[in-house]
């Protein structure tokens, strides 16, 4: 598969600077400009399939996967460092359903949704021992021991997975993360799911990028969970829909509320930007920021 590179040898990440109205897209797997971002127009068993075929080569360093739904839009346009993470992104796909929609109205080659929770399991399911080298960051111990009940049926032993329930303010606490990025290079991780929700996993993935080693890097949110059948997705019908935020705010209403029913309305200034820049512009407003190390206290 061919790609092209873009700014600072960003892939797939469709960097908003100086001249970017004349990038020519050479690669048709790549969608055109859409809130500053380009797409991966592939199907999800193509990815998916690279992810499992093609190990990260050495010194390539992580490949964050991002999956854009309309939460994550309204938190680029309010987070610079959640802003980073996206442009470091290897690929980013389309998961959500109004998305997905506004992008087919605006054009930009993206045909299909391809979601955390659906690409998840197809990775999952094609792990294999000796060869690849999993590690798992989980809401719960009981996720945690479904899928390493799993893994050790499949073949694979202790030594070749790694799996954490962080506790709550991880992503914050520069001893639990330095704790965690150690575990992940002991384990010399191929690749690294967290399903501990956005935008902490993004942004931790990729404030420590540089310690992770070469490997996958997977924020897939409740996948885990669904995966793991502690958590119920939406049945099929709703989800083709777009109905799928219903179902999870009936799961999770205290949690969920704020989410779909006050926060959500920012999208529409993040499309009316979208609309004026030409896509090329993400949403929000950067700012010249010092980057954070790893092992400083990280904002939230």
């Known amino acids: 598969m061919g790609i092209i590179k873009l700014h600072s040898g960003s892939v797939f990440g469709f960097r908003p600077r100086q001249g970017a109205r004349s990038v020519r897209l050479t690669d048709y ?15 999800i068993d193509d990815i998916a399939r690279e992810i499992c075929s093609s190990l990260v080569p050495k010194g390539a360093g992580i490949r964050l996967l991002t999956t854009l739904n309309l939460d994550h839009v309204v938190n680029l346009r309010r987070n610079p460092d959640f802003r980073d993470a996206y442009r470091s992104s290897w690929k980013t796909t389309i998961d959500g359903m109004p998305i997905l929609v506004y992008a087919k109205l605006r054009k930009i080659g993206v045909k299909a949704r391809v979601t955390g929770a659906d690409l998840f399991p197809l990775i999952f399911n ?49 001893v639990a993360s330095q704790a ?19 935008p902490k996993s993004e942004i931790w993935i990729d404030h420590h990028r540089s310690v992770l080693g070469d490997a996958y890097g997977l924020a897939v949110g409740a996948a885990l969970d669904f995966h793991a059948g502690t958590l119920r997705r939406a049945p099929v019908w709703m989800q083709a829909a777009g109905l799928e935020w219903f179902w999870r705010f009936a799961q999770q209403p205290k ?8 926060d959500s309305w920012q999208v529409f200034g993040a499309i009316a930007k979208d609309l004026q820049s030409g896509g090329i512009t993400f949403p929000g407003k950067d700012v010249q920021r010092p980057r954070w190390p790893m092992g400083d206290h990280l904002p939230g």
């Open 255 to 262: 949690r969920l509320f704020r989410r779909y029913f006050i």
């Open 29 to 43: 797997s790549i969608s055109r400009p859409m809130f500053g971002l380009q797409f991966s127009c592939e199907s």
């Open 126 to 174: 094609n792990l294999r021992p000796g060869i690849h080298r999993p590690f798992f960051v989980a809401s719960s111990e009981t996720v945690a021991n479904i899928l390493r009940d799993r893994l050790l049926a499949a073949g694979f032993d202790e030594t070749q997975i790694g799996i954490c329930v962080p506790e709550f303010g991880f992503e914050n606490d520069p």
């Open 180 to 198: 965690l990025a150690n575990r992940i290079t002991t384990l010399d991780a191929t690749h690294i799911f967290f399903g501990v929700g956005a």
